[in-house]
């Protein structure tokens, strides 16, 4: 579905209009949402005039929130706070990323609990519906007072201050605001901190990572189902009989999409008393899957949940009479959206663990029952597919690094008045590149899949049948890289198909082949 523009309610962003928002759709923000926003500002001004004290609001911040604020430098402190702030490093978030995380931060303030002008989520808005892409730098935020620094790099360029990318070009923030026809925000109380305190940069991230996931453990079922026509795999193992047993729901989905790829194939062998099971690497593909699909599954539940919801401090509320109450707390912190990326990432190292296993066995001519050494007819004055499968193992091994779990880390900050931290956003980060790595193994496998398929074909001197959905893979492999007769540089053919995979191509087409909606269910 193509979703051309995001209404912002507060209450109703999903995971794919973050996407939609990411690759260009417009947004709107909902009459209600408005409404809500200038019903909380108000409530900000009501307190303002009673003189009271109000973190962020009257006071200074973390370590400073004993410092009170003169009424006539409450604007100055809003801005300075998005300046000291923006203290980001290392390379630039991707345009794509930055409006993902400009609609989650806009969605989140038109709640109507943050206190701030509808006038400066409208200014939010805007940056996506001009064009206009803050440079935030990738690394600074320990996941808890939110992502402060990156924010503030966003919060710098509604101020005509930073950098943005405009058509193309890195610009000075006020002149790409200018070029794109829009006048900097003069910030207000509490809105400076309001667009700087939140989870909004890891749960956009980690919704991308999230979605692509997804797409990938069904790729990854693909290229398993592919390795096992080509090395001739038996089909016991994925008996629906075996998986009900043990009812863990993804692993009988997982169990359900592999007979239907599979469904006619020529290649997999009969039932053979003294050749009843393969290695764990093919028998074991619904178990280890269907667990990876659960870790993708908890973190889609979590970060729906986070999108919808109030993370910045402090939080605006009105009694019984109608009266503004200003409350602390620590909603910012991103704790459970650090533990999913975490959970997450664990998943999609396995998945690239058991993908790397199954290409090992591809090209091992004592693994893969009879295919030539390195799927090559000319080995030893060629290579073949060796190096393919150093590729994967370096990825895998670089995984298993990531995959330590960022939650498990905690520096103190301002002081130690935030004494533990989530540092959520570098688990988001590591998730990220550990699905990229994947992208590449199970691109790697679909490869040399489709090389042994061929070969197998070519053995048994006749022409078999590939599975109802597999043969709609191998299709789409040839389609972008024929069979290697010769060595030849593999880089771009690795870089071809992990399109295929990263895209969605590859899923869609076969998906499609089978007429159903993909893991659920036999269809």
């Given at each position: 579905?193509?979703?051309?523009?995001?209404?912002?309610?507060?209450?109703?962003?999903?995971?794919?209009?973050?996407?939609?928002?990411?690759?260009?759709?417009?947004?709107?923000?909902?009459?209600?949402?408005?409404?809500?926003?200038?019903?909380?500002?108000?409530?900000?001004?009501?307190?303002?005039?009673?003189?009271?004290?109000?973190?962020?609001?009257?006071?200074?911040?973390?370590?400073?929130?004993?410092?009170?604020?003169?009424?006539?430098?409450?604007?100055?402190?809003?801005?300075?706070?998005?300046?000291?702030?923006?203290?980001?490093?290392?390379?630039?978030?991707?345009?794509?990323?930055?409006?993902?995380?400009?609609?989650?931060?806009?969605?989140?303030?038109?709640?109507?609990?943050?206190?701030?002008?509808?006038?400066?989520?409208?200014?939010?808005?805007?940056?996506?519906?001009h064009g206009v892409a803050p440079v935030i730098p990738a690394y600074g935020s320990v996941g808890a007072s939110g992502d402060l620094a990156?924010?503030?790099?966003?919060?710098?360029?509604?101020?005509?201050?930073?950098?943005?990318?405009?058509?193309?070009?890195?610009?000075?923030?006020?002149?790409?605001?200018?070029?794109?026809?829009?006048?900097?925000?003069?910030?207000?109380?509490?809105?400076?901190?309001?667009?700087?305190?939140?989870?909004?940069?890891?749960?956009?991230?980690?919704?991308?990572?999230?979605?692509?996931?997804?797409?990938?453990?069904?790729?990854?079922?693909?290229?398993?189902?592919?390795?096992?026509?080509?090395?001739?795999?038996?089909?016991?193992?994925?008996?629906?009989?075996?998986?009900?047993?043990?009812?863990?729901?993804?692993?009988?989905?997982?169990?359900?999409?592999?007979?239907r790829l599979l469904s006619g194939s020529g290649f997999l062998r009969p039932h053979d008393p003294r050749d009843i099971q393969d290695a764990?690497?093919?028998?074991?593909?619904?178990?280890?899957?269907?667990?990876?699909?659960?870790?993708?599954?908890?973190?889609?539940?979590?970060?729906?949940?986070?999108?919808?919801?109030?993370?910045?401090?402090?939080?605006?509320?009105?009694?019984?009479?109608?009266?503004?109450?200003?409350?602390?707390?620590?909603?910012?912190?991103?704790?459970?959206?650090?533990?999913?990326?975490?959970?997450l990432k664990l998943g999609m190292t396995e998945l690239g663990n058991i993908s790397e296993r199954r290409i090992a066995r591809l090209i091992?001519?004592?693994?893969?029952?009879?295919?030539?050494?390195?799927?090559?007819?000319?080995?030893?004055?060629?290579?073949?597919?060796?190096?393919?499968?150093?590729?994967?193992?370096?990825?895998?091994?670089?995984?298993?690094?990531?995959?330590?779990?960022?939650?498990?880390?905690?520096?103190?900050?301002?002081?130690?008045?935030?004494?533990?931290?989530?540092?959520?956003?570098?688990?988001?980060?590591?998730?990220?590149?550990?699905?990229?790595?994947?992208?590449?193994?199970?691109?790697?496998?679909?490869?040399?899949?489709?090389?042994?398929?061929?070969?197998?074909?070519?053995?048994?001197?006749?022409?078999?049948?590939?599975?109802?959905?597999?043969?709609?893979?191998?299709?789409?492999?040839?389609?972008?890289?024929?069979?290697?007769?010769?060595?030849?540089?593999?880089?771009?053919?690795?870089?071809?198909?992990?399109?295929?995979?990263?895209?969605?191509?590859?899923?869609?087409?076969?998906?499609?082949?089978?007429?159903?909606?993909?893991?659920?269910?036999?269809?």
């Amino acid at each position: 579905m193509n979703i051309e523009k995001v209404t912002l309610t507060g209450e109703h962003l999903t995971m794919e209009d973050v996407a939609a928002v990411a690759a260009g759709a417009s947004v709107e923000i909902s009459t209600y949402a408005l409404s809500a926003m200038r019903h909380s500002w108000e409530g900000v001004q009501t307190l303002l005039a009673r003189g009271e004290i109000a973190y962020g609001i009257t006071t200074g911040f973390g370590a400073f929130k004993g410092r009170i604020i003169p009424l006539h430098e409450v604007a100055a402190l809003q801005r300075n706070l998005v300046l000291s702030h923006a203290a980001g490093v290392g390379p630039p978030l991707d345009p794509p990323s930055v409006r993902a995380v400009i609609g989650v931060r806009a969605n989140t303030l038109a709640m109507g609990y943050s206190g701030i002008r509808p006038e400066v989520v409208a200014a939010l808005a805007a940056l996506l519906n001009h064009g206009v892409a803050p440079v935030i730098p990738a690394y600074g935020s320990v996941g808890a007072s939110g992502d402060l620094a990156p924010l503030a790099h966003l919060a710098c360029v509604l101020i005509g201050e930073g950098e943005a990318f405009w058509q193309g070009e890195r610009l000075p923030g006020g002149e790409a605001l200018r070029r794109a026809g829009l006048a900097p925000v003069v910030l207000g109380a509490k809105e400076g901190l309001a667009l700087i305190n939140g989870t909004a940069v890891t749960t956009a991230l980690g919704a991308l990572a999230t979605l692509r996931a997804e797409n990938l453990v069904q790729a990854a079922d693909i290229a398993g189902a592919l390795s096992m026509e080509a090395l001739q795999g038996t089909l016991a193992a994925f008996d629906a009989r075996v998986h009900l047993v043990r009812p863990h729901p993804r692993q009988v989905d997982t169990a359900a999409y592999m007979r239907r790829l599979l469904s006619g194939s020529g290649f997999l062998r009969p039932h053979d008393p003294r050749d009843i099971q393969d290695a764990y690497s093919l028998r074991c593909i619904p178990q280890v899957h269907g667990a990876v699909s659960d870790t993708v599954a908890y973190a889609r539940w979590a970060l729906e949940i986070e999108l919808n919801a109030v993370t910045d401090n402090p939080l605006i509320f009105f009694d019984e009479q109608g009266a503004p109450e200003v409350i602390s707390g620590g909603n910012f912190h991103a704790e459970p959206i650090g533990l999913a990326m975490d959970y997450l990432k664990l998943g999609m190292t396995e998945l690239g663990n058991i993908s790397e296993r199954r290409i090992a066995r591809l090209i091992d001519a004592s693994l893969s029952r009879g295919l030539p050494p390195f799927l090559t007819r000319h080995g030893g004055v060629e290579s073949g597919f060796m190096l393919a499968q150093y590729t994967a193992a370096a990825l895998a091994s670089q995984n298993k690094v990531l995959a330590h779990p960022s939650t498990a880390d905690s520096i103190p900050t301002s002081a130690n008045t935030e004494d533990h931290v989530s540092m959520a956003t570098n688990a988001a980060h590591h998730a990220r590149q550990v699905i990229e790595n994947v992208e590449c193994i199970i691109a790697i496998e679909l490869l040399l899949a489709s090389q042994g398929v061929d070969l197998r074909r070519e053995q048994l001197g006749r022409c078999l049948e590939l599975g109802r959905g597999t043969a709609a893979a191998f299709a789409e492999v040839r389609e972008r890289v024929p069979f290697l007769e010769h060595d030849d540089v593999l880089s771009p053919k690795i870089a071809a198909i992990t399109d295929l995979v990263s895209s969605g191509a590859l899923v869609q087409a076969v998906n499609a082949h089978l007429g159903a909606q993909g893991r659920c269910g036999e269809g």
